[in-house]
């Protein structure tokens, strides 16, 4: 019992590290890890239910309706990485003096699981159900190429930007706080959150409760009634993920806050293969093998 919470603690850990890094999902290291479909039903454990049993003072419903045995661990382990790759080892700012590193751990850690589950589901991939890998490539590479447009700050939008970045953030290879940059809300309800601006903070966050509700069921239905479609799909979503953690690109930052954000990228191919390269090179396949190493150790795959 408590080998399988350590277990949970350590992939939390993963998840954890990877929401610190830009453009990198934890839905994505959740799927990587076999742990995707767990999440989706312990987010989905939070429901009408459960909130009749808060309602009615079931202390005993209230505390054993939700998948609290399989999401405690995991938020463990999230914090513990949040807070040790920001207070003790400072990845956002390695992220800036060696982007190559970093971006070469988890380009590898991608790769190497959407090899995995090519090979997991070839014998899918050759009949017609191929097409949905292909909408997935299609589908993350136009949300990739999107550009930031003007929007505006009525209460209704900024509703609508908690659904859009949750929901997001639920599916692998994309990033929430992409989406808010896209819509050009993420300085803004950063700045909102700072300065506990309430009037934009709590649309905000009714709208990441909404959207938490509406997606993780949607994608539920999916994984339950269309499995492998959908895992085709979000395969195809990480294959266009991997032009956005190319190690090697022109990055652009933005002061907000006092800090700087990254706010687009440029992938290029080195000319001459210095000494970031080959770590980089280093990197990428130190991430392949955690990944082939986590598939035979893990109880949970898909």
């Given at each position: 019992m408590y080998l399988s919470k350590l277990k949970l603690v350590i992939k939390g850990f993963f998840i954890g590290s990877a929401d610190v890094v830009p453009g990198v999902s934890g839905g994505t290291i959740a799927f990587i890890l076999g742990i995707y479909p767990k999440l989706i039903e312990a987010i989905k454990s939070f429901d009408t239910k459960w909130l009749t049993m808060i309602?009615?003072?079931?202390l005993i419903g209230i505390i054993h309706r939700p998948h609290f045995n399989f999401l405690v661990?995991?938020?463990?382990?999230i914090l513990i990485a949040i807070l040790f790759f920001t207070r003790?080892?400072?990845?956002?700012?390695?992220?800036?003096?060696?982007?190559?590193?970093?971006?070469g751990l988890f380009f590898g850690l991608i790769f190497g699981?959407?090899?995995?589950?090519?090979?997991r589901y070839f014998y899918i991939i050759r009949s017609?159900?191929?097409?949905f890998l292909l909408l997935g490539i299609f589908f993350g590479s136009c949300?990739?190429?999107l550009v930031p447009v003007s929007t505006p700050d009525n209460s209704w939008f900024i509703f609508i930007c908690g659904i859009a970045s949750i929901s997001a953030m639920l599916l692998p290879g994309i990033?929430?706080?992409f989406i808010l940059l896209m819509l050009k809300k993420y300085s803004y309800i950063l700045d909102a959150i700072g300065y506990f601006k309430m009037s934009i903070v709590f649309p905000f966050l009714i709208g990441v409760f909404a959207g938490l509700i509406i997606f993780s069921r949607i994608i539920s239905y999916l994984l339950k009634y269309f499995y492998q479609k959908t895992v085709l799909f979000i395969t195809g979503l990480l294959i266009a993920s991997l032009y956005v953690v190319w190690p090697f690109q022109i990055r652009s930052y933005e002061i907000i806050r006092g800090k700087e954000k990254l706010i687009t990228s440029i992938p290029y191919v080195p000319e001459s293969f210095d000494e970031s390269f080959f770590y980089s090179l280093l990197m990428m396949l130190f991430g392949f093998t955690i990944v082939i190493f986590l598939s035979r150790v893990s109880?949970?795959?898909f």
């Open positions: 309602f009615s003072l079931n661990p995991l938020g463990i382990g003790v080892i400072s990845l956002p700012i390695l992220i800036q003096t060696h982007p190559e590193i970093i971006y699981s959407i090899i995995l589950f090519i090979c017609n159900l191929f097409v949300f990739i190429s990033s929430g706080s109880n949970e795959q």
